[in-house]
């Protein structure tokens, strides 16, 4: 089992930067078993997709919409992920969420709300 919190989505203005975090806790062998660890997002009436994942060795994915604003890093020492998001937009609007894959198995956090509107 693992569980995820996410935090640090809030209300900013065009342009301003938000940093969300995703907490993983859980059995030291579940928390080994994370293949990739991504962050998702869905606005009101629309499907939710992923704006960025890195995988186990270190590789990282972005939406091209996203791409040259956002980045995901880690911290493996803390089991934490990030998601540094720069020069948001208002169509970056949306619930994010965490979300951790364990290939067989995926686990969702509960979504950390991300408004941007002048």
């Known amino acids: 089992q693992v569980q995820l919190l996410e935090s640090g989505g809030g209300l900013v203005k065009p342009g301003e930067s938000l940093r969300l975090s995703c907490e993983a806790s859980?059995?030291?062998?579940?928390?080994?078993?994370?293949?990739?660890m991504g962050w998702y997002r869905q606005a009101p009436g629309k499907r939710r997709e992923l704006v960025a994942a890195i995988i186990r060795d270190g590789t990282t994915e972005y939406l091209d919409a996203v791409k040259g604003r956002f980045t995901i890093s880690r911290d493996n020492a803390k089991n934490m992920v990030y998601l540094q998001m720069n020069s948001l937009k208002p169509e970056d609007t949306a619930v994010y969420y965490c979300?951790?894959?364990?290939?067989?198995?995926?686990?969702w956090g509960q979504g950390t709300q991300v408004t941007v509107t002048s």
């Open positions: 979300n951790a894959d364990l290939r067989l198995l995926g686990y």
């Open positions: 859980g059995s030291i062998s579940s928390i080994n078993g994370i293949n990739a």
